[in-house]
C-alpha cells in the first residue's frame, strides 16, 4: 500500500506544508519548531508505516501519527491561545485534524481486517 495513493496522506501533507507556511515569520523559533515538527510528524509516520511489509508495524505507525495528531492539537490550540494563531486558522486546523484522525483509525479497521481473513 502506496502511501501516495491515501487520502488521510495527502490530507496531512496539505495541513503541515499549511503550517509551515504560517510559521515562515515566526521569531518564537522554539515554539514554531515544535507545532511544524508535529504536523510534519503525521505524515511522516504515514508515509513510512505505509512502507512496512507487516500489517503489525504498520499499525504501529499509524498509532504513532495519532499521537502526533493528538500533539498537533494541543499546540494548535495553545497557539490560538497565546495570539501566536488567528482563531479561524487554528479551528480549521483541529477541525482538519480531526478529520485525519477519523481517517486514521479507519485505515486501521481496514488494516486489522486484513489480519482477522
Not at 515566526?26 to 515544535?34: E, H, L, M, N, T
Request: net charge neutral.
Amino acid at each position: 500500500m502506496n502511501c501516495d495513493n491515501l487520502d488521510v496522506w495527502k490530507k496531512s501533507v496539505i495541513l503541515s506544508a499549511d503550517v509551515y507556511k504560517y510559521f515562515a515569520s515566526c521569531k518564537d523559533y522554539g515554539f514554531k519548531d515544535q507545532i511544524t515538527r508535529s504536523g510534519l510528524s503525521i505524515a511522516s509516520n504515514i508515509a513510512e508505516g505505509m512502507e512496512k511489509a507487516s500489517v503489525k508495524e504498520k499499525l504501529r505507525f499509524l498509532e504513532i501519527a495519532k499521537g502526533s495528531v493528538a500533539e498537533f492539537r494541543t499546540q494548535a490550540y495553545i497557539g490560538v491561545d497565546i495570539c501566536y494563531i488567528d482563531k479561524d486558522i487554528g479551528q480549521a486546523w483541529n477541525k482538519d485534524s480531526e478529520h485525519i484522525l477519523a481517517m486514521i483509525n479507519k485505515l486501521q479497521c481496514f488494516l486489522r481486517k486484513k489480519i482477522e481473513d
